[in-house]
């Protein structure tokens, strides 16, 4: 592992614009390039995602913490721990409010892991490995922007950032587009050689984790048949790492507030307002006293 | 105060004996675990151990190594191995024999299934307390998804998304379909 700082033989500082951006069907992905100087020495990577309103960031994980930070939006985020139970669970009366054509007693009604709300000036951790998704439940875009700490302990691998999809085709976001597109051709040529004519193959060509994995294996381990374990493989799907959610919003089970919370929670939010706008208004009259 | 403390530091932990094994799947097969939990001195190696049998067919679901390396090391019988990086790129197809090793990076997702023969083996792992994060089953990633989330994602009808969800109920190990009702290869 490289020892952190040890690329640091830096003659001048450089305020730094992304350097690679990527257009998915619900939002925008833009990176600076871990390879610059200034980021080896910090062993950091750093990326600023835009997701749409009813964007969908695909659930992934990667090789180093992150720490994440709402620059505006809000939405919802949900970090999948493993071996943690599923602590939110769907009622029987919420199961016939979500999906009315579901009723069958039979059904198996959702669970899954606790979900958390953020908006605006949140920071976010994320757990080297531990997968996470995040959805834009607003009107306006989200911008995130995430640090990687590709130098922590916690990654044993090399200082790289990389992300692991649990679905969809998505592109290296670190990676410049033209190296990508290039990439991809060659993987695909490797693929057909190996494998056949598309159509004829067990195998995907999508980039996320299960892609790389023969559909007999996953419908095995996910007791399905083949069919439904090979759109694991997310094969022909071109929305990238953002995805829009179709239709209405994404219905999770989470807790929402009543009708006092929710006033209560606004005369808060409007009080705080007024308190930072007088705190600024303070700042500019004593601003000559400022070191 | 050396004689006490260092000098008599429990080493040894057997992880071979069936009877103590940490995951147990009557058709599928056992897996046991020393990290510093079980054996404290693996807290100055920063280093764990996972040793397992998988029976005739069965499967260790796909998974990966949330925070070590794992290198395995092939005891007995053979397994069809794959591993796969962050590309969705396979970097590992192949059959896995006695005496030999794989290295299986961190974060890189891997499945093993024995052949006939069954398979068994020993992982060293890099961290303490190694942690393995399954992709499939009732402790899994997809599993902690919402419905929705998943059926999105993956452009599947919620029907779907439910049998990705909820149809295998086991955790780890799981028993394989026989091999003449899988597709060939």
């Given amino acids: 592992q490289q020892p952190r700082f040890g690329e640091c033989k830096l003659k001048r500082l450089v305020a730094l614009e992304p350097s690679n951006r990527i257009e998915a069907e619900a939002g925008v992905i833009e990176s600076w390039d871990p390879n610059n100087q200034q980021f080896q020495c910090a062993g950091v990577a750093v ?164 892609s790389g994995f023969d559909a007999d294996f996953l419908a095995d381990a996910f007791n399905v048949d083949t069919e439904t374990a090979r759109r694991l ?34 005369r808060k939010e409007r009080e705080r307002e007024r308190e930072s706008e007088s705190e600024r208004r303070q700042s500019r009259r004593g601003g000559r006293d400022d070191n | 105060g050396l004689e006490e403390t260092i000098c008599t530091l429990r080493l040894r932990e057997n992880i071979g004996d069936p009877s103590r094994a940490d995951i147990y799947t009557e058709e599928a097969g056992r897996i046991s675990t020393a990290n510093s939990h079980t054996l404290p001195v693996l807290r100055w190696l920063q280093l764990s151990a996972e040793r397992g049998a998988l029976y005739s067919d069965a499967l260790y679901v796909p998974h990966w190594n949330l925070n070590a390396h794992s290198v395995v090391y092939a005891l007995r019988g053979r397994a069809e191995v794959q591993v796969v990086d962050n590309f969705g790129q396979t970097v590992f197809d192949d059959e896995l024999r006695e ?56 452009q599947i009808p919620r029907e779907d998304a439910r049998r990705l969800k909820f149809n295998r109920q086991e955790s780890t190990l799981v028993r394989s379909r026989p091999s003449s009702s899988r597709s060939s290869r």
């Fill in chain 1, 233 to 266: 493989q997310s094969e022909n799907d071109h929305r990238r790492s953002i995805v829009r959610v179709e239709g209405r919003q994404l219905q999770v089970i989470r807790p929402r507030w009543s009708r006092e919370e929710q006033e209560r929670e606004e």
């Fill in chain 1, 47 to 210: 990326v600023r995602r835009t997701i749409e309103p009813n964007g969908l960031l695909l659930p992934q994980y990667s090789n180093a913490p992150q720490l994440l930070y709402i620059v505006k939006g809000r939405g919802i985020t949900g970090v999948l721990f493993p071996g943690c139970p599923e602590t939110f669970e769907e009622s029987q009366q919420g199961q016939s409010r979500i999906r009315p054509s579901l009723r069958s007693a039979s059904f198996q009604r959702d669970r899954h892991q606790k979900i958390r709300h953020f908006r605006e000036g949140d920071v976010i951790a994320f757990p080297a490995g531990v997968a996470h998704w995040c959805y834009n439940d607003g009107d306006t875009p989200v911008v995130a922007v995430a640090l990687m700490d590709t130098t922590n302990n916690a990654n044993q691998l090399d200082q790289n950032p990389r992300n692991f999809y649990l679905a969809g085709n998505p592109d290296d976001e670190f990676r410049p587009q033209g190296q990508q597109e290039y990439e991809q051709h060659r993987r695909q040529q490797q693929h057909q050689q190996r494998h056949g004519e598309p159509g004829q193959q067990q195998r995907g060509s999508g980039n996320n984790v299960f």
């Fill in chain 2, 99 to 154: 005496g030999q090793l794989l290295t299986i990076p961190q974060n890189f997702a891997v499945v093993k299934r024995a052949r006939n023969e069954g398979f068994e083996w020993v992982s060293f792992k890099t961290n303490e307390n190694a942690m393995v994060s399954p992709l499939a089953g009732r402790t899994s990633a997809i599993r902690a998804l919402p419905e929705e989330v998943l059926a999105n994602a993956l």
